[in-house]
């Protein structure tokens, strides 16, 4: 089990947890801990985006109604395995374990692909229980739109645009975008009450052969606590404090971009946005049939095999 590097707040967690009485993270520096969590997952979207894009996935009437059956039957597990990929953040692993890519991601293979040639353990859903079929469908559409913004968002517009005067101009930039989309997916999550008991139920076991056990508990918890209580969810402070910008000053970026109004304007960066969830949730929807078509499918993927759309 890797021990060097992992988010000590986890690790005193995990402790507190062996001690009699204390079955949940609930020190006091829990919520401290929760805050830096938040303050650890860069550079792509945030994990209440990742759960609204994957209840897009399983409502498009493109997806065939047997693998949303099977989703469904679990669709807790499904929903965390769509947030579960940020879990180095708590872990501290470095992102290639959980993300099977290096920035910038290349064309192919696909992190999908990577990941099930690496753990073929997880590549056949018809030997793995509902939960865990449905935990691996979620976990295997958020590495597509990790994939598809760093294509459309992230590398034109921030990592190698020329726009920028300097790194922190174009970090602060980049994340009052995520803090607004971030925003936006809250709205939409807070309307409906059922998420938050879907997600605390889920009882992970041994599921991610890359990650140490009773992180996936951590990390769950994590997402349950940012759902269930808005005053937990910090992300604007805890990136501005990142950066070492105010929050203030951040928030008013974000203003600016939400108003049209940021000097220099970034263009194009509406229509890379709109562009960016149309290609994801299409390659997320031919991926998930791929994934569900073991028993006919290529082994290889459909990037390998030179396939556009599955
Ligand atoms: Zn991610």
């Known amino acids: 089990m890797r021990q060097t590097g992992v988010h000590p707040t ?16 609930d020190s006091p520096i829990f919520s401290l801990a929760l805050a830096q969590v938040a303050g650890r997952i860069a550079v792509v979207p945030t994990p209440f985006q990742h759960l609204v894009y994957a209840m897009r996935v399983i409502k498009s009437s ?6 949303r059956e099977h989703i469904m039957e679990a669709s ?13 953040s708590v872990t501290q692993q470095p992102r290639i374990e959980t993300h099977f890519y290096h920035l910038p991601p290349p064309e192919c293979p696909r992190a999908v692909e990577t990941m ?57 930039h980049h994340n009052a975008l995520r803090v607004l989309l971030d925003r936006d ?14 997600l605390r139920e889920v009882a992970p076991d041994h599921w991610l052969p890359f990650v140490e056990e009773g992180a996936l508990q951590y990390w769950r918890d994590w997402v349950v606590t940012q759902l269930a209580d808005p005053q937990a969810v910090q992300t604007v402070q ?25 000097d ?11 562009q960016f969830e149309s290609q994801a949730l299409a390659e997320s929807l031919s991926y998930l049939l791929w994934y569900w078509r073991f028993k006919e499918r290529l082994e290889i993927g459909p ?8």
């Open 264 to 274: 220099p304007p970034v263009p194009g960066l509406e229509e890379a946005i709109i």
């Open 10 to 25: 986890y690790l005193a967690c995990v402790r507190d947890s062996q001690l009699p009485g204390r079955s949940k993270c």
């Open 185 to 198: 997916a809250e709205r939409e999550l807070r309307k409906g009450t059922t998420l938050t008991a879907l």
């Open 238 to 262: 805890v990136f501005a404090e990142r950066m070492g910008v105010t929050v203030a000053h951040l928030e008013a970026v974000a203003q600016a971009i939400s108003a049209g109004t940021y």
């Open 76 to 88: 807790g597990a499904y929903l965390l395995g769509t947030t579960a990929v940020d879990v180095q």
């Open 116 to 172: 099930l040639a690496l753990y073929p353990g997880l590549a056949d859903p018809y030997v793995l229980s509902p939960e865990y079929a449905a935990f691996v469908s979620g976990y295997l559409i958020h590495l597509v739109w990790d994939e598809v913004w760093a294509w459309k968002v992230f590398i034109p517009f921030y990592y190698s645009s020329g726009l920028w005067t300097d790194r922190r101009t174009r970090s602060v």
């Open 303 to 310: 990037c390998v095999a030179g396939i556009s759309k599955y």
């Open 62 to 67: 493109e997806l065939p109604d047997s693998i």
